[in-house]
């Protein structure tokens, strides 16, 4: 167990070597975007891109930081079960194709995927069907799984781990939360209309106190549920308490888990 206070004395390591890192989203606009603008602009790491419609692998090489090498890839379809079944493809065809082309479209070798060798994020939007419980069980038991971004040793060769990261709706929840320390209140109205009519956008992401932003809501969001801690070589624990919140509190408690991720990969360090 690695139990992690969660305060607000935190700094930015802005020269933090990450290794190679796999965020798997859902769609092919803001999650992209987001991603491409944090850690290329702002943090300097390479970064290599493969959307789901596109046959093109898109490469940005760093002048300053060699060993950081983000990828970003669509999962097999936006449905969250298709992180562990699609009854169209399997699984082990459409990642190796995936890595596959990735690789083939690289010439550095040090470039070049290693997926199992790779910390893994599932950036995921939690969306509720009009079955309340049969989604909640389905998250549960992704929650049980992808509990760590290294994966266990029990993952099969197509099935690789990783850390799931939910929130709802993901991409307005991290947009609010790139821009603004303060609660997301129900009364605004919907999240999406209430990020447009401010002026929330990925191409206002410039500087770093979009990552403070960020960092200072999830910490204050789970401070003010007496959430104080995290054991981050775990999250299925701290997840299920998010989701039982949530469901008290009619899915009105608004957190970007992505930012999960970058306290993971050690960019944001805790100092207690």
């Known amino acids: 167990m690695a139990y992690l206070n969660l305060s607000n004395d935190y700094y930015i390591n802005t020269s933090k070597n990450i290794g190679k890192v796999i965020y798997i989203v859902e769609g092919e606009g803001a999650e992209f975007d987001i991603i491409y603008k944090l850690f290329t602009k702002l943090l300097g790491y390479n970064l290599i891109q493969k959307r789901r419609s596109k046959d093109k692998v898109r490469c940005f090489v760093s002048k300053d930081n060699s060993n950081s090498i983000v990828y970003v890839i669509n999962s097999i379809n936006s449905n969250i079960k298709s992180i562990i079944s699609n009854p169209t493809i399997s699984l082990e065809e459409y990642y190796n194709s995936t890595f596959d082309l990735i690789n083939r479209s690289i010439s550095n070798y040090d470039y070049k995927v290693d997926a199992f060798n790779s910390r893994k994020y599932f950036l995921f939007d939690g969306d509720r069907p009009e079955d309340m419980q049969q989604c909640k069980d389905i998250i549960i038991k992704l ?125 944001i360090e805790l100092k207690s």
């Open 143 to 267: 929650f049980e799984k992808f509990n760590n971004s290294f994966g266990t040793d029990d993952d099969s060769d197509f099935e690789m781990g990783g850390m799931l990261l939910v929130s709802y709706p993901c991409i307005e929840i991290l947009l609010m939360s790139l821009f603004t320390q303060n609660d997301y209140n129900k009364d605004f109205g919907p999240i999406k209309d209430y990020c447009s009519k401010n002026g929330y956008a990925t191409n206002k992401i410039k500087n770093f106190s979009c990552i403070n932003s960020l960092v200072d809501k999830f910490i204050n969001q789970l401070n003010s549920i007496d959430i104080n801690s995290i054991d981050i070589d775990d999250i299925s624990i701290f997840n299920k308490k998010i989701l039982k919140y949530e469901e008290s509190n009619d899915y009105n408690f608004f957190i970007s888990m992505f930012c999960l991720s970058l306290i993971d990969l050690g960019i």
